[in-house]
């Protein structure tokens, strides 16, 4: 064997070691790469976990803190049982449970124990020692007693309410506070049974006419009802070739949106300002079911708020035993004191609650007048919006305006003219017949010149295709003309057509505005009655 045989040999070697060399190198490196991936991703998993222990870990922490301090609030609180009885007593008063004698020890400074005898009273129908109760707990916690004696004649004995109530929710709620104060949950629950006219009409007046004044006064105005308002897309009109409005028709639908929001707002009104509208029956002078749950919640904050010295220590123990609840996550539990809205968005509430009852539907739109008054001039002005009295159509790189006597006429004759332009340069079989015909003519002048057979048959295959040319060129000349002739009717059908539907929305565009006008001196004479 040569030296040269013996050298492939060790090469041929040589290269398949250094391929499976890199092969298992390349394995290695994702091996490499595979690990690290999943050491990556291990760690992340017990990053997760390690944070989910530790949160797991203080909110069990968190629980047991509140747990025990719960205990030494409660061993404080244990200091006040007679407070505490008298509570509980209250509540099975309020929840209905008949109880022949409360068997309450007085407790200094505490303005719940009268008032529970006051409701034992009522409820016993009488309502003079019940008055002697209430004018008791009033001497020692006016706001709170009265609102107690209010909610709770209201909520348990309806027909005493106006005797009993009447003055005290005009001492409590003089007048509602400015469109965007805050108002507390006991203001709202005697605002609502105020609205109601749960104490009767004298108190639902003196509270409508003094938050008039009061607004009127102070400068403030009544806010916009959102729910009764037509978004503005901003609108004006257009013409039949708009971006977003291709045809005629949908330029007057502003307007169209404005009329039809101003009919919908004289429905609304009409439903509320109704002679009947449910105010003759009983049941409009009690809650809704939504409202009843709110102000027993009410009615039951005020009772489980406690004594001057123990309020602290409910509040707080209410605290601890939200954290106990939610498994060691801060909770806020609701108070009596709590906001609950402002003035504004709570009467917008009222007024378009279709389940609302109507006195205090009744009640809002007087206070919401103004608003209301602006929100359908509004729509008026947007329904009875100028139109134009031209539009522009884009016809063939031509504008053409339009109006309701008809379109120019020079700039429809400008576009007819463009098309013909537009035609005629479409034509490509006329260069092609010029360029046979000089070929042909050539070759029959070299025929004549040198007497070839073979330039003769090239000389009449060259006339052959000249005529053909020819009777194509007159063909398709023919079909262009026909085919100019119909995009010209179409051109005509177009304008006419784009003309008639400018007329007809100028006209929609009129009635519309004639129509807002008619809704909104509905709308005046019902809030001007």
């Not at 205990?71 to 007679?82: G, N, Q, Y």
């Not at 409202?291 to 005020?302: I, K, N």
């Not at 052959?464 to 040319?469: M, R």
């Amino acid at each position: 064997m040569s030296y040269t045989d013996y050298s492939q040999i060790f090469f041929s070697r040589d290269g398949r070691q250094d391929r499976r060399i890199r092969a298992l190198q390349d394995d290695l490196s994702n091996a490499y790469s595979q690990m690290h991936r999943e050491r990556s991703r291990m760690r992340s998993e017990l990053s997760r976990v390690r944070g989910t222990l530790e949160q797991r870990l203080d909110r069990v922490s968190a629980t047991l803190d509140a747990f025990i301090e719960l205990s030494d609030v409660r061993a404080t609180l244990s200091m006040f049982d007679h407070a505490a009885i008298a509570r509980h007593r209250t509540l099975q008063l309020l929840d209905g449970t008949p109880m022949p004698s409360l068997d309450l020890r007085d407790v200094p400074g505490y303005w719940l124990v009268p008032a529970a005898r006051g409701l034992h009273s009522l409820l016993a129908d009488d309502v003079s020692r019940a008055r002697l109760h209430f004018d008791e707990a009033s001497r020692i916690d006016a706001p709170r007693a009265r609102s107690f004696a209010a909610l709770s004649c209201a909520l348990t004995r309806a027909e005493h309410a106006r005797s009993l109530g009447e003055s005290v929710s005009a001492d409590l709620l003089p007048r509602l506070p400015g469109p965007d104060t805050q108002v507390t949950r006991g203001q709202r629950a005697l605002w609502m049974l105020t609205a109601d006219g749960s104490f009767g009409d004298d108190a639902r007046e003196h509270l409508l006419l003094s938050t008039l004044r009061g607004w009127s006064a102070e400068g403030e105005r009544a806010p916009a009802v959102d729910a009764w308002s037509v978004p503005d897309t901003g609108g004006r009109v257009r013409g039949p070739n708009g971006r977003n409005s291709p045809r005629v028709s949908a330029t007057a639908d502003p307007q169209r949106r404005a009329a039809r929001g101003l009919a919908e707002l004289r429905e609304r009104i009409t439903g509320i300002t109704a002679p009947d509208g449910g105010i003759g029956s009983p049941e409009a002078l009690s809650p809704d079911r939504d409202s009843s749950d709110f102000l027993w919640e009410t009615l039951r904050l005020l009772v489980e708020e406690g004594s001057r010295e123990e309020a602290p220590l409910l509040v707080e123990a209410n605290r601890l035993r939200a954290v106990i609840e939610n498994n060691g996550e801060a909770g806020t539990p609701a108070a009596w004191g709590d906001d609950v809205g402002t003035a504004g968005s709570l009467l917008s509430r009222d007024l378009t609650r279709e389940d609302a009852p109507p006195h205090r539907r009744t009640f809002s739109l007087v206070l919401l007048r103004t608003a209301v008054l602006d929100t359908a001039q509004d729509l008026a002005a947007r329904a009875g919006e100028q139109f134009p009295a031209a539009t522009d159509l884009r016809l063939h790189g031509t504008t053409v305006t339009l109006t309701s006597s008809g379109a120019d006429r020079q700039q429809v004759e400008e576009a007819r003219r463009r098309l013909r332009q537009r035609a005629a340069s479409e034509g490509g079989t006329g260069g092609v017949l010029w360029g046979v015909a000089a070929v042909t003519g050539v070759m029959l002048l070299l025929s004549l010149a040198t007497g070839n057979a073979v330039l003769w048959t090239l000389t009449v295959a060259g006339a052959a295709a000249a005529a053909y040319v020819f009777f194509a060129a007159e063909r398709e000349k023919g079909d262009a003309e026909a085919v100019l002739r119909l995009q010209e009717r179409k051109l005509d059908q177009q304008v006419e057509e784009a003309v008639q539907e400018w007329r007809r929305t100028r006209v929609e565009a009129e009635e519309h505005a004639a129509e807002a006008h008619r809704e909104l001196e509905a709308i005046r004479s019902l809030l001007d009655p």
